[in-house]
């Protein structure tokens, strides 16, 4: 037996004991709870933070890696919301005619509007069906918030906003301050990482819950990699990726009975 922890988040404290207890299978007294951060409201939901709980408590289960990638927030002063990307400047976008394209730069300058954050919608480019979209201004930690799940919440509203009625569906990405290239190359570093320590020690290590994109990019990093295999187990939003240790072909018997992943396309 050993002391391990998981970090669960919900609306308020209680709900996010009680989805911890629920994940671990255990009772109130069996665990220690610490509470991590407050809930804090925000406008519809967007831009306020979630209650999060660390519930502590004895396991004979793999050990799992707290997730080590530190995504620092950038200070961007209100002049550099008028620098173009070096990669790929944005466009102007097309007098208005009533594209998806768009009601999505619409759509987003209203919400950041009712949001009280001065940030802009500028088009990168088109394809045939996906429009990607660069956001921004002088705030754009709170655009992007924990893991960027501020940014994934826009994003999803946009992409409802425009397609609702429609049965030619357009994908809308969103990204500001290149946060998901930087979430992507530091979700591979942690890959990587992890590996070597699976194939060192010889004994399966978990990850930090993720989305499906984010898993994605774990198994991706790994699945050529020799001595480890990946799968998911565990239910959203608390589905997380098992790094295991694989000799001659053959899975650690703790994962041997794991499906091998199917996460995102």
């Given at each position: 037996m050993r002391?391990?922890f998981?970090?669960?988040?919900?609306?308020?404290?209680?709900?996010?004991?009680?989805?911890?207890?629920?994940q671990?299978g255990?009772?109130?007294?069996?665990?220690?709870?610490?509470?991590?951060?407050r809930?804090?409201?925000?406008?519809?939901?967007?831009?306020?933070?979630?209650?999060?709980?660390?519930v502590?408590y004895?396991?004979?289960?793999?050990?799992?890696?707290?997730?080590?990638?530190?995504?620092?927030?950038?200070?961007?002063?209100?002049?550099?919301?008028?620098?173009?990307?070096?990669?790929?400047?944005?466009?102007?976008?097309?007098?208005?005619?009533?594209?998806?394209?768009?009601?999505?730069?619409?759509?987003?300058?209203?919400l950041?509007?009712?949001?009280?954050?001065?940030?802009?919608?500028k088009?990168?480019?088109?394809?045939?069906?996906?429009?990607?979209?660069?956001?921004?201004?002088?705030?754009?930690?709170?655009?992007i918030?924990r893991?960027?799940?501020?940014?994934?919440?826009?994003?999803?509203?946009?992409?409802?906003?425009?397609?609702?009625?429609?049965?030619?569906?357009?994908?809308?990405?969103?990204?500001?301050?290149?946060?998901?290239?930087?979430?992507?190359?530091?979700?591979?570093r942690?890959?990587?990482?992890?590996?070597?320590?699976?194939?060192?020690?010889?004994?399966?290590?978990?990850?930090e819950?993720?989305?499906?994109?984010?898993?994605?990019?774990?198994?991706?990093?790994l699945?050529?990699?020799?001595?480890?295999?990946?799968?998911?187990?565990?239910?959203?939003?608390?589905?997380?990726?098992?790094?295991?240790?694989?000799?001659?072909?053959?899975?650690?018997?703790?994962?041997?009975?794991k499906?091998?992943?199917?996460?995102?396309?």
């Amino acid at each position: 037996m050993r002391e391990t922890f998981i970090v669960v988040s919900g609306k308020t404290e209680d709900e996010a004991i009680q989805k911890a207890l629920q994940q671990i299978g255990l009772d109130r007294d069996e665990v220690s709870v610490e509470i991590v951060e407050r809930a804090k409201s925000g406008f519809l939901g967007i831009g306020g933070t979630q209650a999060s709980v660390k519930v502590t408590y004895m396991t004979d289960e793999p050990e799992r890696v707290a997730e080590e990638v530190v995504m620092e927030k950038t200070v961007v002063k209100a002049e550099s919301a008028r620098k173009e990307p070096v990669k790929q400047a944005p466009v102007s976008v097309p007098a208005a005619d009533g594209s998806q394209t768009e009601q999505a730069i619409r759509f987003l300058g209203g919400l950041f509007e009712r949001m009280g954050i001065a940030a802009e919608a500028k088009l990168v480019r088109e394809e045939e069906s996906t429009i990607y979209i660069e956001l921004v201004g002088a705030n754009m930690g709170a655009v992007i918030g924990r893991r960027g799940e501020t940014l994934d919440a826009i994003q999803h509203l946009t992409n409802y906003s425009i397609n609702r009625g429609r049965e030619a569906r357009i994908r809308v990405f969103l990204d500001a301050e290149s946060y998901r290239e930087k979430r992507e190359e530091a979700l591979i570093r942690l890959a990587n990482k992890v590996a070597e320590k699976v194939v060192r020690y010889r004994k399966n290590m978990g990850l930090e819950p993720m989305n499906a994109y984010e898993r994605h990019v774990i198994h991706t990093a790994l699945q050529d990699v020799a001595g480890v295999t990946t799968y998911s187990a565990g239910s959203e939003p608390n589905r997380r990726v098992f790094v295991a240790y694989e000799r001659g072909g053959e899975t650690a018997p703790s994962a041997s009975s794991k499906p091998t992943y199917k996460e995102w396309s």
